[in-house]
């Protein structure tokens, strides 16, 4: 108590705020470790991959900048490889008559029937034929990926195989041969397995009358254009085939959308080559591409595109409806990805999805040769004094600028949709085929 009888006042003390402590440093990340590479491509892989050590790596880029001297070099490289592989050819050519007369001579000395020869050296063809398909497959792809990858600013394929990643199909067709082969509860297993075969064997077959060259190819028909739509046409049947038997909505809209596309403007197509049929007289590919040859005036190849308007207006509408036959952009609804997933590929996958583009690529590579021998002269060289380089070596590059131009469309167009598709066949490629060969009559008969 104090003097005055009152307790003394406590004042309470205020408290003191602590000191803020310094902001602790994060801690430092470990450098993010790089993710393990794929087991497949250290398994499959490493024997191709290796080559990136080769002294190409110094040409990895031939059309980035500053390296005009490098794309120069490889232009040249390819001239000189061109005439390097038809000096080997025309040395090699004659080793196709030796095989045939060996053949020929080892029925003939053990007695049996001739016909057995010829079965024999059909079968060798044949599997000529076939090898193309599977490495223009192969190729095409790649080709594509750096297409796609140079309009938009992509490097693309660039690490298997090293050189340009020439390898990367090649592991992506070994993987596909070990994914599992899947077929839905739902599907018609019969049918959705013989759907890729009913596509693919057409078109392997389909090259038989094309002509590589000056009296190159696998069979002489005389009525080789009518053999080639026809077994075109069948590739339709297994598109069907595969939309329905997979028990997918959007597979069997995929399939009636490709069965209605194709069906239409297989007509334009067919039509478009009439002017060139009435121009050479046959149906024979060799005879088309030799009625091609010769110059106006010594330099304009008489080729049919070169043929005032009804020439033009036949390669056009014919490159148009082969594009669309291939199902390519822009004119792939029946695979659209942002309406039908994948359209009839959807339930398919491993070696019978790729197989649907084995065949894709292989009616590109004969809508190429088609273009090639039907407008572009054949074999026939574009000037007389280059007549001296061997006739399949022009064919050849003629139909790979061709198909050159079939993947540059698809990565430059936006698709159609459905009933623009439809219009655009039945209102204008459609009448302007039927004007064009009323054109090319006219032109025979006047001129």
Not at 3 to 32: D, I
Not at 239 to 245: C, E, H, L, N, Q
Not at 296 to 316: E, I, S, T
Request: glycine residues 8%; aromatic residues 14%.
């Amino acid at each position: 108590m104090t003097a005055s009888g009152s307790e003394p006042s406590q004042t309470p003390l205020a408290s003191a705020a602590p000191a803020p402590k310094p902001a602790a440093k994060p801690a430092a990340k470990p450098a993010a470790k790089p993710l393990p590479e794929p087991v497949f491509n250290q398994r499959a892989g490493r024997l191709i991959r290796d080559t990136r050590y080769w002294p190409t790596e110094l040409w990895k880029d031939p059309w980035a900048s500053q390296s005009y001297r490098r794309g120069a070099a490889w232009l040249a490289g390819i001239i000189l490889g061109i005439f390097a592989t038809g000096w080997a050819v025309g040395e090699l050519a004659p080793w196709g008559d030796r095989i045939y007369e060996a053949i020929v001579s080892f029925v003939s000395a053990r007695g049996w029937p001739a016909v057995v020869g010829e079965a024999i050296w059909i079968v060798i063809k044949a599997l000529i034929v076939l090898h193309v398909i599977l490495i223009n497959g192969l190729w095409a792809i790649w080709w594509e990926r750096k297409i796609s990858a140079h309009i938009q600013s992509r490097v693309g394929p660039t690490y298997a195989g090293g050189f340009h990643g020439w390898a990367q199909t090649i592991l992506d067709g070994i993987k596909l041969l070990l994914k599992e082969d899947v077929t839905p509860t739902a599907a018609d297993k019969w049918v959705h397995a013989l759907a890729p075969a009913i596509v693919v064997v057409p078109v392997i077959i389909a090259f038989a009358p094309v002509s590589f060259g000056v009296e190159l190819s696998a069979a002489n028909l005389d009525v080789g254009v009518l053999y080639i739509f026809a077994l075109a046409g069948i590739s339709v049947i297994g598109i069907v085939m595969a939309g329905w038997a997979s028990g997918n909505k959007y597979s069997l809209l995929g399939g009636l959308r490709a069965s209605a596309q194709l069906v239409s403007y297989e007509l334009p197509r067919a039509f478009s080559v009439v002017p060139v049929l009435m121009f050479a007289g046959s149906l024979n590919l060799q005879i088309i591409a030799q009625a091609q040859s010769g110059y106006w005036w010594g330099v304009v190849p008489r080729w049919f595109l070169f043929y005032p308007v009804v020439g033009q207006v036949a390669f056009a509408i014919f490159l148009i409806a082969s594009i669309a036959e291939t199902n390519r952009t822009p004119f792939d609804i029946p695979e659209a990805e942002s309406e039908l997933v994948s359209g009839f590929h959807t339930e398919y996958s491993g070696m019978k999805w790729s197989i649907f583009f084995l065949a894709e690529y292989g009616y590109v590579l004969l809508a190429s040769f088609l273009l090639a021998a039907f407008f572009l002269g054949g074999g026939a060289a574009p000037l007389p004094w280059l007549s001296a380089i061997p006739s399949w070596i022009w064919m050849l590059s003629k139909a790979l600028f061709m198909m050159f131009v079939f993947l540059w469309v698809r990565w430059t167009f936006p698709r159609f949709r459905a009933d623009q598709l439809m219009d655009f066949n039945w209102k204008f490629l459609l009448p302007w085929s039927f004007a064009n060969i009323a054109l090319a009559g006219a032109y025979l008969l006047w001129i």
